[in-house]
């Protein structure tokens, strides 16, 4: 079978992150990055369905071109192939990645044919979106589960485990399909030194991004100097809740 399983390349969990002294972007001169723990888990998961199924995993990324580090690590947990969508290095919001991973993917498809299985994360450890891996599924036609913790591949059918606080919910689908997976669906491995060796040797395909223009950026907005706040009571106790109800009408909320 065919797995493809996208994942991010973020910081490290508990660096320091600083922004850039115009507050545009964060400062990435002295940081580590790692790949964003759920999709760690969704390559293991993916190398172990191939190790029992046979078949190879495609690791794709969207980002700089260092980003090549988190396609040669995952080749070095088992990983077959590693494909990186070059970005400027800026950050990219849900709907443009989406676009561009959706692209990227169905270059791949034409070429080799289509995946089985997409695996995503459930969420990145830095934008925390939830919204990446359905808007790239819905753009290819697929069905997609996410917050899975366990994956069985029965003949064209996949079976997708979500736990709850009454036990777990099974879904069952016909592939291709996709998922999005959660930390604890298994226990990534150690790369071994043979696993470092060829994920040296990995020869990585890159890729245009195709994304439309526009999309989220970050601003910092700086109240001026001369602008001192002023307080408003508007009551005390319940009498103040018909002014508040006043307030909320006029921001529009109500």
Known sequence: MRICCCVKR????????????DGGAVDTAHLG?????????????AVQLTETHGGEVTVLTLGPPEAAEQLRYA??????????VSSD???????????????AIRTLE??????????FGNESADAGGFQVGVRVAFALGRPIVGGIKGIEIDGATVRARRQT????EVYEMSMPAAVGVKEGINLPRYPTMRGRLTSKRLEITELPAEAPEGGQSMRRL???????????ILG???????????????????
Request: aromatic share 4%; net charge negative.
């Open 75 to 84: 080749a070095s947990v088992g990983a077959h192939r590693g494909v990186l």
């Open 33 to 45: 990055f790692t790949t964003s723990p759920h999709e760690e888990c969704g390559v293991e998961e």
């Open 89 to 103: 290095g800026s950050a990219w919001d849900p709907q443009r990645t989406a676009v561009a991973l959706a692209a």
């Open 236 to 254: 005390d106790g319940p009498a103040a809740a018909p002014a508040v109800v006043d307030v909320l009408a006029d921001l529009g909320v109500l």
């Open 110 to 119: 034409e070429a080799d044919g289509p995946f089985d299985l997409l695996i």
């Open 165 to 168: 606080d009454a036990g777990f």
């Open 10 to 21: 973020v910081p490290a969990p508990g660096a320091r992150i600083n922004v850039v002294p």
């Open 222 to 232: 700086h109240r001026p100097a001369d602008v001192l706040s002023e307080t408003v």
